[in-house]
């Protein structure tokens, strides 16, 4: 079993930025893929990004290309997700996820473990 625990959400003004984290503990091999969704109310969970653990080949979504990044330290079995220029369509709740698939993957349902999801409300 593995367990995912983010942190960092908030609120912050539009324009401004926020980092979360998301920290795997347990039985962590093999998910290979850590990905960021997020769900706004009254919205279908929507992928962000996410990062192969081995190689760190990344992949974004074209509503946060250019103004978010995903980051890994495989020594504290931890990403990132660095964002700016945020908006106020990027309110959401944002969750951590991990697959066991090889290659990344955008679909939820090819995400096995969960975090609990961590506010972020941007302010106009």
């Known amino acids: 079993q593995v367990q995912l625990v983010e942190s960092g959400g908030g609120l912050v003004q539009a324009g401004g930025s926020l980092s979360l984290s998301c920290t795997a503990s347990?039985?962590?091999?093999?998910?290979?893929?850590m990905g960021w969704f997020r769900q706004a109310p009254g919205k279908e969970r929507e992928f962000v990004t996410a990062?192969?653990?081995?190689?760190?080949?990344?992949v974004y979504a074209n509503s946060v290309k250019g103004r978010f990044t995903i980051s890994k330290d495989t020594t504290k079995n931890t990403v990132y997700l660095r964002m700016n220029s945020l908006k106020p369509e990027d309110t959401a709740v944002y969750y951590c996820?991990?697959?066991?698939?090889?290659?990344?993957?955008?679909?939820?349902?090819?995400?096995?473990?969960w975090g609990q999801g961590t506010q972020v409300t941007v302010s106009s």
């Open positions: 347990g039985r962590t091999f093999p998910t290979n893929i």
């Open positions: 990062i192969a653990w081995s190689g760190g080949a990344t």
């Open positions: 996820a991990a697959s066991r698939r090889v290659q990344i993957t955008t679909t939820p349902p090819e995400y096995t473990y």
